[in-house]
């Protein structure tokens, strides 16, 4: 890493000719909540646990960090962190005081253990938005101010662009991190992994935002013959078929009007985004890029499983099924209405849905079939990553491996136990089905890299936008559009990546 400071300004000379060919659209997409940020954002096998729960240690797992507590002390140097106004960041991740609250509590007495253990301040900024945060971390790199230690990012903005513009640090070149730890997730950082180094950490510090479907359960129960959707995700017959057929049958035109409207009628989905529909593609086990013999990403959308989908998801659209998103229809049907079967948004929307005078249930996203192996939910989460240019990487280091060991015996059981089995879920049910999710948590780096720009954002958002809000059934003619152009994309990334890395290894 010495040569990276001596050569990091000439790799950000490159930067404005990257960023040139990597002109962001801005789409309805989601913010992971109703955060209003400053512009309207309106595989290889990468599955693999990431679960909130502890596992039972084994006779071979490492048990202790390697950070010599004893030997160490900066003198109360600041180690500064920040992150933006969005998902779990406000309340699950630092406090600033002791708490009657658990959680709270769990997250101060994390921060004061690892400043008495080596001599810190832990100090962090919350900005307004991903934008802010974005454009303060570009504005310290470029002129060498080493205030930020650490960096929580949106899922999907940035990544491409600090990764291959030399403005993250590599996560294994830090003294004292250990990503083989069992508080770290090795499996899914080398999912996330596209170049020689690990940019992003994924550790038991980083609290994952899954999608998930909340349900009626009042509906479930009024409406003759359909089956209990808990006993059905339990049996491993929670389906695209069984979602598809108990969706249509909640859809009626109560009023018998023929239109069906947000005042009278009932609906088997509504999103809360229509980022929401893109978590179906991760869920029924179809990547967007995978990795070829060489580790590097191709697309892999183009399957008979994605034309599958296209065809129905375009004809249950047709079937009134889905309820137009806020893009397409300013007024939104509700949970609260009793009239909506199925409604999909972040696990953190749980929080917002306390007052729903509907009795709700949990369930993560259904298999594609009986065949699959397991759910999968794909994380909407933010990433941590450490700024190229820090004062003490030694501190950092330290810091962060602490942050996440320190999580794996406090904080994620509290996380576990106080707000996903105490506060989110309303039912002994609810409890399993957020077992079931947060064990099969995984990522889709096309959606980290690249979700927001070109035609892999055409890629990422076709089920919503083609399939759904076109009614295009056809996905042949939309993927000769965009697929080489999506591949493309991919390829130019790895060129700026390469160039980047060979200018300091």
């Not at 985004?273 to 991760?282: A, G, I, R």
Request: hydrophobic share 40%; glycine share 4%; aromatic share 14%.
């Amino acid at each position: 890493m010495k040569r990276f400071l001596a050569l990091l300004l000439a790799v950000l000379m490159l930067v404005p000719t990257l960023a040139a060919c990597n002109t962001t659209e801005q789409p309805p997409v989601s913010t992971g909540d109703d955060t209003s940020p400053d512009t309207p954002v309106d595989s290889s096998d990468l599955t693999g646990p990431n679960s909130t729960e502890p596992p039972a240690p084994d006779s071979t797992e490492k048990t202790m960090h390697d950070v010599p507590v004893d030997s160490l002390d900066f003198g109360n140097e600041e180690f500064y962190a920040v992150a933006f106004e969005w998902q779990g960041y406000p309340y699950y991740f630092f406090a600033e005081e002791e708490s009657s609250d658990p959680m709270q509590s769990a997250l101060y007495n994390r921060q004061r253990s690892i400043e008495d253990a080596i001599g810190v301040k832990i100090s962090y900024y919350l900005y307004p938005s991903y934008n802010a945060l974005n454009q303060a971390i570009d504005q310290d790199v470029n002129v060498g101010e080493t205030a930020i230690d650490m960096a929580l990012l949106h899922c999907i903005t940035g990544v491409a662009q600090f990764t291959s513009g030399g403005y993250l640090y590599p996560l294994d070149e830090l003294e004292y991190v250990d990503v083989k730890a069992p508080w770290w997730n090795e499996e899914q950082m080398e999912g996330l992994r596209l170049g020689s180094s690990y940019y992003f950490g994924v550790n038991d510090f980083m609290i994952p935002c899954p999608y998930v479907i909340y349900f009626n359960k009042e509906m479930v129960e009024d409406m003759e013959g359909m089956e209990d959707p808990y006993q059905l995700v339990l049996d491993q017959k929670w389906t695209f078929d069984v979602f598809e057929e108990m969706a249509r049958a909640a859809t009626i035109d109560v009023n018998t009007d023929g239109n069906y409207t947000v005042d009278f009628d009932s609906f088997g989905v509504a999103v809360h985004d229509d980022s929401d529909y893109s978590s179906f593609l991760t869920a029924f086990d179809q990547p967007i890029t995978a990795k070829d013999e060489d580790g590097q990403l191709t697309v892999a959308l183009n399957t008979e499983k994605t034309v599958d989908i296209f065809e129905r998801f375009a004809d249950m659209s047709v079937a009134k099924v889905f309820y137009p998103d806020a893009s397409i229809e300013k007024e939104q049907i509700t949970l609260d209405s009793g009239r909506l079967l199925f409604y999909f948004a972040p696990i953190s929307e749980a929080e917002k849905l306390r007052d729903c005078e509907v009795d709700f249930g949990i369930l993560p996203y259904p298999k594609y079939d009986e065949a699959q192996a397991d759910y999968k939910s794909l994380d909407w989460g933010g990433l941590m990553c450490v700024p190229s240019v820090i004062s003490n990487p030694e501190l950092t280091g330290a810091v962060i491996e602490l942050l996440a060991f320190e999580s794996k015996k406090e904080v994620i059981p509290t996380y576990y136990d106080s707000v996903l089995d105490g506060q989110l879920a309303q039912d002994p049910e609810s409890v399993k089905m957020l077992d079931i999710l947060f064990d099969t948590i995984c990522y889709e780096p096309a959606m980290n890299y690249w979700g927001l720009t070109g035609s892999m954002f055409k890629l990422l958002f076709s089920p919503a936008h083609e399939a759904i809000n076109k009614k295009n059934a056809n996905f042949a003619s939309f993927y000769a559009e965009y697929g080489d152009s999506a591949q493309k994309q991919i390829d130019d990334y790895y060129e700026a990546l390469e160039l980047m890395e060979d200018l300091y290894t």
